[in-house]
């Protein structure tokens, strides 16, 4: 143990000496572990909106089938007979709460790119805003019914152009007026803009249809009931299940394939991180060549050389992880983004970089070091002794 210790520490001693070539790799390991944490921070971000978006107390229900409001479609009818179902709650009136919504897909304008970007429009009830928890206006009024009036989730206000208080915009070859900007605590519905149901149903030629239906439920067992009343009703075909849980299967499919990304690119970028780090550590051994044939000349074994290298390699690559990790916490975390989500709609979110993911990065960084240092410590280890003696 002592030998082993006095070669780390010698070897750590020595890389002033290589001071260019020690600084390209901890470079490249950052680079490689700051890139992959990018790109979990857009997953992680992505995901932890959507999940923070669903209720459990707001059941949501679709076309059976149908995986996304976009390719959902209800009647009228069906949305009334979801009205008196039981497991809904009822207001004052002794009428269900719901909202019956459509959603349709806008073009907006980008603030930074200055390109156009799907947006979603989405109709929905009186009742509709108030089941969005979270939910407040923080400037402005609510939209009026049967007015062409808009409501914009701060997310839309602040990504994209033209929806200011107060402002017109052209939305398909309809003209709007927004008179609201809300908040819903930074969910998925910040990226919407909302009107009335029935003023989107005329405009964009849908008759009485729309595609969703949420209800607020009496009790946790409210779901339940609400399944079994529309397993056991004809004349509906529905998937019915709580927002949280539908926002929960959204944000896993997407968040995943976005955090899957950085893989590939960082293998890539890690097999020439580990390139450099053979180069380096190389060339720290040719360097001490004499100095550590003298050491296993007088008694310091083949392991302690080995040790040595090897815990020069792991140093660098900590090093390289930890200022790829500081690199991006200082860029990335909770950095406004927009990416498409399920619905082919921009969602704009806040970038995280979590405790899991720097785990991750850093445990990657080691891995680099481990396979970079792993080869020019055997050649250490089994350093002839004799041969570099009488080569000097």
Do not use: C, K
Not at 95 to 104: D, H, M, N, P, T
Not at 110 to 123: K, P, S, V, Y
Not at 285 to 314: N, P
């Amino acid at each position: 143990m002592r030998q082993t210790l006095a070669v780390i520490s010698l070897n750590l001693r020595s890389i002033p000496r290589r001071l260019g070539m020690s600084t390209a790799t901890v470079g490249a390991v950052a680079l490689v572990v700051a890139v992959l944490l990018g790109f979990q921070a857009i997953g992680n971000g992505f995901r932890a909106t959507a999940e923070r978006s669903g209720a459990e107390d707001i059941a949501i229900m679709l076309r059976e089938g149908s995986q996304a409001e976009l390719n959902s479609g209800l009647s009228r009818d069906q949305a009334r007979l979801i009205e008196v179902a039981d497991g809904v709650a009822r207001d004052e009136t002794d009428s269900g709460i719901i909202s019956a919504e459509l959603y349709v897909i806008v073009d907006g304008v980008l603030r930074g790119a200055q390109t156009e970007a799907n947006l979603g429009l989405r109709g929905m009830e009186a009742n509709g805003p108030a089941m969005r928890q979270g939910f407040s206006l923080v400037e402005g009024r609510m939209f009026s019914p049967g007015a062409a009036e808009l409501i914009v989730g701060e997310g839309v206000r602040r990504e994209f152009l033209g929806f200011e208080l107060g402002q017109e915009i052209r939305l398909g070859t309809n003209d709007w007026t927004v008179v609201g900007i809300f908040s819903t605590g930074g969910t998925v519905f910040d990226s919407e803009v909302w009107s009335d149901l029935g003023v989107l149903q005329n405009l964009y030629q849908r008759g009485s249809s729309v595609q969703s239906v949420r209800a607020r439920l009496t009790s946790p067992d409210g779901l339940e009931r609400l399944q079994a009343y529309v397993e056991n009703e004809p004349r509906l075909n529905l998937d019915v299940q709580t927002e949280a849980e539908f926002f929960a299967g959204q944000s896993s499919g997407t968040a995943g394939v976005i955090s899957s990304l950085g893989w590939p690119l960082s293998i890539v970028m890690a097999i020439g991180a580990l390139a450099g780090a053979w180069n380096t550590l190389y060339s720290s051994v040719d360097a001490r060549a004499r100095e550590i044939a003298t050491l296993r000349a007088i008694g310091f074994s083949g392991l302690s050389a080995f040790t040595g290298t090897m815990a020069e390699a792991v140093m660098l690559s900590a090093i390289g992880g930890a200022a790829g990790t500081a690199i991006a916490v200082l860029f990335f975390n909770g950095l406004s983004f927009q990416g498409l989500g399920d619905s082919f709609t921009q969602v704009v979110f806040d970038l995280s970089v979590t405790w899991d993911s720097i785990e991750t990065g850093i445990a990657l960084a080691i891995m680099v070091g481990v396979l970079g240092g792993l080869f020019p410590a055997i050649r250490a280890a089994r350093m002839p002794i004799l041969a570099v003696h009488r080569s000097s």
